[in-house]
């Protein structure tokens, strides 16, 4: 099956205001909104990353050379300064005119380093020296950014717009060393050390910008679903923020895996309204358009996908011209005692429309009756059928499925060369072929369903589907479940 991948980290970040200099003529189908619940969410991963990121990190040696009463000129190096643990105490994402915002505020670390010194005065020729580990805290640690999200040809691209960290409070605490180290590393040292840790993170921060917007970049603007479609999932126009939520756009149709150009003609039917209007309380909401389902059915039909012979039916009688004898006597003279098979085809594409509780699905299609005589394939009747379905969908893994379940039917015979059949019979084939072949084989290719547009190591939660016509919506929480995600990324350096 597909392999369902995409956003989510993608969440954070983009710009407001813009949005409505640059509008494309073109719309999306899929439109995903994650809620200040998810963006709350997605800052907590991301905050955990870069933590996991800093840690263990080691900072670029201090040394000095300082003057101090009674000892005399003293040279101190300060080494594996070591960034053991980082708390924060509150965090929180903001979206503004100029992009999202991401505050840490009042965050603790602690750091570790070794502390080595000698000193030589007039005093003491020979010269002393000394060496020892230290600790210290940060009580106070700010860090800021703000970052801009645009869509470029069909991928989003981030931008890191300003980013600020401040230490704010820095304690240190020796082992070891005499008083008069203490008060040098207070006075000379403890400034070094808070800048040291400023641009370690700043250079961190910067660091997991670039590696989003590569993950991003990487995204894939087609998800190939089978050998005949895949689903465009290239961004269209740059996301929206309202409200502390960010609506992104996806083309969403099917396309055909050798066709260079999508299904055309369809048109938006209504704007999305569902997901504003009834705040979800949940992290994403994803809106699909009935014309996802009408683009993937068009594929599939333009692809000749859509026909099957049958040679097998649960009553395996109904497929032998004796069976036939006395209600069509024409066939059994002709054909006596011969096996026969079914070709069924659909007539056009299957029509889908989203309607208040369920999917509602018309397919036409013609059952072409086949006697098959010595090795030769020979069509003697054809059975048009139009039936109407109601398609429950659900969401399965990280995909919207769907269950077909047959409504009503409606079969004439279309042409015969084997005599008037009768109604009983037209009906009584009809009703066999839906309920154990067609019906059957469409739910299984339903169960695969349609890869929703999450990242990787996302997965979705809680769901619920809304039916909203033209639209289907499936709101849901998502849980990551991949604690590594940003080191696995080959641009990441620790
Ligand atoms: C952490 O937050 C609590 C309240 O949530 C506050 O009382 C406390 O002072 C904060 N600690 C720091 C170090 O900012
Ligand atoms: C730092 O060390 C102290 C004690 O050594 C510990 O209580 C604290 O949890 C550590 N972490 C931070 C972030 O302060
Ligand atoms: C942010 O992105 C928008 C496009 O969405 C762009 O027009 C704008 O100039 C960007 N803002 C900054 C400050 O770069
Ligand atoms: C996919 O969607 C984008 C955005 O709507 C569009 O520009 C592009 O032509 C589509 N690609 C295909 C293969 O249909």
Not at 72 to 92: F, M, P
Not at 172 to 195: C, E, M, P, R, T
Not at 425 to 443: G, R
Request: aromatic share 8%; charged share 15%; net charge negative.
């Amino acid at each position: 099956m597909a392999p369902s991948c995409f956003l989510l980290l993608s969440l954070l970040f983009l710009s407001s205001s813009a949005s409505g200099v640059l509008q494309h003529p073109e719309e999306g189908f899929i439109s995903v909104t994650i809620s200040d619940k998810g963006l709350d969410f997605a800052k907590d991963i991301l905050i955990d990353q870069a933590i996991a990121s800093i840690l263990l990190s080691e900072l670029p040696q201090i040394e000095k050379n300082v003057q101090v009463p009674l000892v005399g000129k003293a040279k101190v190096v300060l080494s594996e300064i070591t960034i053991n643990d980082i708390q924060v105490n509150s965090s929180s994402v903001n979206t503004g005119e100029t992009g999202i915002a991401l505050v840490v505020a009042g965050a603790t670390a602690n750091l570790s380093f070794k502390w080595r010194y000698s000193a030589s005065s007039w005093l003491v020729p020979i010269g002393i020296s000394d060496s020892g580990t230290a600790t210290a805290k940060v009580n106070d640690l700010q860090v800021g950014l703000t970052v801009n999200l645009t869509n470029q040809e069909g991928t989003l691209k981030l931008l890191l717009l300003d980013s600020g960290c401040h230490v704010r409070d820095l304690s240190i605490k020796l082992h070891g060393g005499a008083a008069w180290l203490y008060q040098v590393l207070v006075d000379a040292f403890a400034g070094n050390i808070a800048s040291a840790v400023e641009e370690a993170i700043s250079e961190k921060i910067n660091e997991g910008i670039s590696i989003l917007d590569v993950l991003l970049q990487s995204l894939p603007k087609t998800i190939p679903l089978d050998e005949t479609a895949a689903l465009n999932v290239s961004f269209v126009d740059n996301p929206v923020v309202s409200d502390s939520a960010i609506e992104l756009e996806i083309n969403g149709l099917f396309t055909g895996r050798n066709e260079v150009l999508a299904p055309r003609g369809y048109h938006r039917g209504s704007h999305i309204s569902v997901s504003r209007r009834d705040r979800s309380p949940q992290m994403i909401t994803i809106s699909l358009h009935e014309n996802v389902f009408k683009s993937g059915s068009l594929v599939y039909f333009t692809a000749d996908t859509m026909q099957w012979t049958v040679d097998e039916l649960p009553d395996q009688d109904l497929l032998n011209t004796a069976e036939w004898r006395f209600l069509i006597p024409q066939l059994y003279k002709k054909y006596p005692n011969d096996d026969m098979n079914l070709n069924i085809y659909l007539s056009s594409p299957p029509d889908i429309q989203v309607t208040n509780k369920d999917v509602g699905v018309k397919i036409s299609i013609d059952i072409i009756i086949n006697v098959l005589e010595t090795g030769e394939v020979i069509p003697v009747a054809c059975i048009s059928v139009d039936f109407s379905a109601s398609c429950a969908a659900e969401i399965i893994g990280n995909n919207l499925a769907g269950w077909l379940k047959l409504r009503k039917f409606s079969a004439y015979l279309k042409w015969s060369k084997i005599g008037k059949l009768h109604m009983n019979l037209i009906q009584s084939v009809t009703s066999a072929v839906l309920k154990t072949v067609l019906v059957p084989y469409l739910n299984t290719q339903l169960m695969r369903g349609i890869p929703l547009p999450i990242l990787n190591d996302f997965a979705l939660e809680n769901a619920r589907i809304l039916y909203a016509p033209p639209w289907i919506t499936v709101c849901s929480d998502v849980s990551f479940f991949g604690d590594h995600y940003l080191k696995q990324l080959p641009a990441y350096v620790s």
